[in-house]
């Protein structure tokens, strides 16, 4: 398999893991209501809650932040109790891993200092020193400045050296600080050799496997081969995704590349998706860091929306130029076949509907533009909507020819009375009443609260808008002409004039600032 193909097949898997995101986040939720369970019950010695608080902390630490914070408190509430040296010096430490983890880098250190790594088994040891470790990297990468940051490496380094002579060659704990001081010293072939190790030790977990993954991802990116690093990060994000681990970077790394690919649809949904992760577990280093590359990726989005916008007005000058061509025909039609007035006359209604039909489209296309709430939904029903109109001529003009050639003309009256326009029109009314409250669903409440209890509008279950709603709805939209409003609803003008009269005499505003404050209730 190419690496084009294996990285395609890989962002196909990211893809669905992320369908199923819910899944694997409800499962680590299942976990942490049987320990929270079993962490309140009374009967609970203070030993095993401290226990039961440490394994809930470690759900929570790659998780959630303030959670982990939370159970970081009570594990040093209940070391205290005990008066377990050892075990309050592993609450500061597990208090000191969640702090760095949300970008809290003072506290982080402050932490640190006052922990006695002396009071720690062998294993607590290997984490405070790397963990010292990654402190002054994070610090160090977050920070950027070349004159500290080399300062700050070597530190990192020095903490790795001394996080080794607590771990025991050969297992991950070792192999995972041998990645670490590969990264730091731009060390590619030393690398990737640790990263095919851990991929061979047995048990490995998915958050291990994340971690190892991103870590030589980095060392591909700076070596200057980005497939590679994608398809590692891939691995990572995915990992992430069904381990349900939300302090990470690879996805929102992942949604950068994508990016500089042209793949903006991937992209919008991994930064997506990174920028809530990241909100979730409150890590705020993350936050800021993805920052830029979100405002870019949501540039790029809005050009693609202004394009379409661009597409649908050529959409509407061809079928304008489609309704000139029926006209043309209908006038042919009219002179030779002077005989079939009446065949004429329903060509020329049904021309006429489809005029009416495209100036209500371009109006509210206007509308639309004016407007920065634009939606691909509103523009999309409007094209199935004149798409579905367009076949019912064609099919009525092909019927029509067919009868006109074999001079069927009492079947051409039969079809013309078929033809039921109010039906026709009250389904166009519904579906504007179904795309308008999506773009405003809190219009009627909004306008409801410009009258008095008793002068609002109450609507029955089965019914979105009333006649009064659909007039200051197209105001709204940015149609105030009542002519066009008649119209579009099939009124007179007058009926429009007294409906828009009657209405603002009950409002509780004065008549000239009614219209106004219409138009500034706000969409979705």
């Not at 992209?267 to 830029?292: C, D, L, P, V, W």
């Amino acid at each position: 398999m190419s690496k084009e193909a294996s990285t395609d097949s890989l962002l196909t898997e990211l893809n669905q893991a992320l369908t199923h995101k819910g899944e694997y986040d409800g499962q680590r939720f299942n976990r942490i209501a049987v320990l929270t369970a079993d962490f309140a019950a009374s009967e609970v010695n203070d030993n095993t809650k401290f226990d039961l608080g440490l394994r809930i902390y470690e759900e929570y630490k790659a998780f959630k932040y303030d959670s982990a914070f939370v159970y970081s408190q009570k594990i040093a509430l209940l070391a205290e109790q005990l008066q377990d040296p050892q075990k309050v010096e592993l609450a500061k430490l597990k208090l000191a891993f969640v702090l760095l983890s949300s970008g809290l880098f003072k506290e982080t250190f402050d932490v640190l200092e006052r922990l006695s790594p002396s009071q720690l088994t062998a294993a607590d040891r290997y984490s405070y020193y790397f963990l010292k470790a990654r402190a002054y990297s994070d610090l160090g990468a977050f920070n950027g400045d070349l004159t500290y940051r080399p300062i700050y490496n070597r530190r990192a380094l020095a903490y790795a050296d001394t996080a080794l002579q607590f771990s025991r060659p050969g297992t991950y704990d070792y192999l995972s600080v041998q990645a670490f001081r590969a990264q730091k010293t731009n060390n590619l072939a030393g690398g990737t050799a640790v990263f095919k190790q851990i991929r061979r030790l047995p048990h490995l977990t998915l958050h291990q496997l994340a971690v190892s993954a991103s870590t030589t991802a980095y060392l591909y990116e700076l070596a200057g081969q980005p497939e590679k690093a994608l398809e590692l990060l891939l691995i990572s994000a995915i990992a992430d995704l069904k381990s349900a681990t939300k302090e990470t970077t690879a996805i929102y790394k992942v949604s950068d590349y994508c990016y500089r690919r042209g793949d903006l649809k991937n992209a919008y949904a991994f930064i997506k998706e990174a920028r809530e992760a990241a909100t979730f577990y409150n890590a705020r280093q993350r936050q800021i860091a993805m920052s830029q590359l979100s405002s870019v990726i949501e540039g790029q989005k809005i050009n693609i929306i202004e394009q379409q916008r661009k597409s649908l007005q050529t959409f509407a000058i061809i079928m304008s130029a489609l309704a000139v061509v029926v006209i043309g025909f209908a006038v042919v039609s009219f002179r030779q076949l002077r005989q079939l007035r009446r065949a004429g006359r329903l060509i020329a209604a049904t021309n006429g509907e489809l005029r009416e039909r495209n100036d209500e489209l371009r109006q509210l296309v206007q509308g639309l533009n004016e407007a920065n709430k634009i939606k691909e939904e509103y523009i999309g029903y409007y094209f199935h909507n004149n798409s579905q109109y367009i076949d019912k001529l064609e099919s009525l003009k092909k019927r029509v020819d067919g009868l006109l050639g074999s001079k069927q003309y009492a079947a051409v009256q039969k079809l013309a009375d078929g033809i039921n326009i109010k039906t026709e029109r009250n389904e166009l009314l519904k579906g504007f009443d179904t795309v308008f409250l999506r773009l405003f669903p809190q219009f009627i409440a909004q306008f409801n609260a410009l009258f008095r209890e008793e002068d609002r509008i109450r609507l029955p279950d089965d019914q979105l808008l009333t006649t009064e709603l659909r007039i200051f709805a197209l105001i709204r939209l940015g149609i105030d002409d009542s002519e066009q409003i008649s119209r579009m609803l099939g009124y007179s003008i007058n009926t429009i004039y007294t409906y828009k009269t009657r209405v603002k005499n009950r409002s509780l505003l004065p008549n000239e600032e009614f219209e106004a404050r219409i138009q500034a209730i706000q969409a979705v």
